[in-house]
């Protein structure tokens, strides 16, 4: 008879994945698709919620080029990772308004009300434990400061719909979330589910996990994604915290932002802005 195994605990998982992003050279690589040209909306999210001169922390920075292209357009930064691999080559870029920092999301190891901005682009949709690290947020950023958070929205029914429409028409699906019409279709089904309930039914956040994909070949697209990231959890979570909602998405481009103004929670990318 085989043996059932024995399930991971949060704890385990959050061990495992610092061990993979500490040590994987081919989620390194990955990264190096995130250049300025990738980046470039996120920093301009970013540049206009924060005031002139606002001292930013810039969580998961990963190679440390977000954190350094807002340090150049003039204010003072704190980027930082998990990984001290991700963070080597960044080490370069460092100034006396600039300076990099290992440390994990979960334990901020900076004191209270330390910044006026608080950002992260691509980095919630790989947290084991989302609520820790938005209190840890919270925690650090100033009273009348912002936190500005920026990723895929895995919970939204249009990009499993896009998804369909693509192969439908004969291109490549999306890897592990759209790779068939058949995965793509239950994918939308799924996800129209959970917009329904988490958008009219529940009136506190429920954070949905997935076990992460953390190979040795890791192949990007948020096959190590640990948390089906949505944006109707974070403003139910900043809500119930006393925090007030700037902006529930911004979109770029004409298509961007009519979805972002008239259908901000279906919005395949997440660009939120609270204040505190």
Request: hydrophobic share 35%; with cysteine; net charge neutral.
């Amino acid at each position: 008879m085989m043996e059932t195994p024995i399930p991971e605990t949060p704890l385990q998982l959050r061990q495992r994945m610092r061990e993979f992003y500490e040590t994987s050279e081919t989620y390194k690589d990955l990264l190096a698709a995130h250049d300025e040209v990738y980046l470039r909306h996120y920093v301009e999210l970013v540049t206009r919620y924060a005031p002139s001169g606002s001292n930013i922390l810039d969580l998961g920075c990963g190679n440390g080029i977000s954190a350094r292209l807002l340090n150049q357009a003039d204010y003072d930064v704190v980027g930082t990772d998990i990984s001290p691999l991700f963070l080597e080559e960044a080490r370069n870029w460092e100034n006396p308004k600039l300076r990099y920092q290992v440390c994990d999301v979960l334990e901020l190891p900076f004191d209270n009300e330390s910044f006026d901005v608080i950002c992260s682009n691509e980095l919630i949709e790989h947290l084991p434990d989302v609520e820790t690290a938005l209190k840890e947020m919270g925690r650090v950023v100033r009273k009348g400061g912002k936190i500005v958070l920026s990723g895929p929205n895995l919970c939204s029914p249009l990009t499993p719909f896009l998804d369909w429409i693509n192969l439908v028409c004969g291109k490549p699906g999306r890897p592990v979330w759209g790779e068939t019409k058949r995965q793509a279709l239950q994918q939308f089904k799924r996800n129209c589910g959970l917009y329904i309930k988490k958008r009219f039914v529940t009136k506190t956040p429920h954070f949905i996990y997935r076990d992460p994909d953390l190979q040795a070949d890791a192949i990007g697209g948020d096959a190590d994604s640990a948390y089906y990231a949505n944006p109707i959890d974070l403003a139910q979570f900043f809500k119930l915290n006393g925090f007030s909602i700037v902006k529930k998405a911004v979109g770029f481009g004409i298509k961007g932002k009519f979805i972002a103004n008239m259908f901000p929670y279906i919005s395949p990318y997440i660009t939120m802005v609270v204040q505190k």
